[in-house]
């Protein structure tokens, strides 16, 4: 009914810059919340940032400062801007929307298939 496709990751020096993007297609009649989350080698998953319908945000306290998450609600794309990246940012990094479908008016909830960031010292 949903998908969402990841694009942006790649390879990147420390105090270097990328730019995450996630886009929604599908059955959507609106979209509540995105968010990025990311998975380390051998860690659980984590939340990185999150966006509400109404623009307001959450940022994880170790991307804070760092990281600013946006969408475009006309083309159903939330962005994950990343600055000053660190060697412990690498990760595969995940989107996450709770759309609602326009068919029926249910709530969907779920996951992108991740884009790999890779930060070297």
């Known amino acids: 009914q949903v998908q969402l496709v990841e694009s942006g990751g790649g390879l990147v020096q420390a105090g270097g810059s990328l730019r995450l993007s996630c886009a929604a297609s599908g059955s959507i009649f609106s979209i509540n919340e995105m968010g990025w989350y990311r998975q380390a080698p051998g860690k659980q998953r984590e939340l990185v940032a999150v966006?509400?319908?109404?623009?307001?945000?959450n940022y994880a306290g170790s991307v804070k400062g760092r990281f600013t998450i946006s969408r475009d609600n006309a083309k159903n794309t939330v962005f994950l801007q990343m600055n000053s990246l660190k060697p412990e940012d690498t990760a595969d990094y995940y989107c996450?929307?709770?759309?609602?479908?326009?068919?029926?008016?249910?709530?969907?909830?779920?996951w992108g298939q991740g884009t790999q960031v890779t930060v070297s010292s």
């Open positions: 996450n929307a709770e759309v609602l479908i326009d068919t029926d008016r249910t709530t969907w909830h779920g």
């Open positions: 966006i509400t319908s109404d623009d307001s945000t």
